[in-house]
């Protein structure tokens, strides 16, 4: 992650700014350099998402599950 992007999501949690959370934990999420750390920043992305009932949150959690970080519900099937 770079340092701008570090500080952005700082600025973000000291604002509580969640909108902006979502989009800079998916802006992680593409940038890190493991799977893991992926799935981090993607699964805080979509706690976020949720909180906020936020239109993301749907897509967040397919690619969380397509990481096998979690497993379709049975609509998904």
Excluded: C, K, W
Aim: glycine share 6%; no cysteine; proline share 1%.
């Amino acid at each position: 992650m770079t340092d701008t992007l570090d500080h952005a999501l700082l600025d973000a949690h000291a604002r509580s700014d969640t909108r902006a959370l979502i989009g800079l934990y998916q802006q992680a999420a593409e940038v890190a350099a493991t799977e893991q750390a992926t799935g981090f920043f993607l699964t805080h992305a979509y706690v976020y998402a949720l909180e906020a009932g936020d239109g993301r949150a749907d897509q967040l959690r397919r690619a969380i599950v397509r990481l096998g970080r979690d497993v379709p519900a049975a609509i998904d099937l």
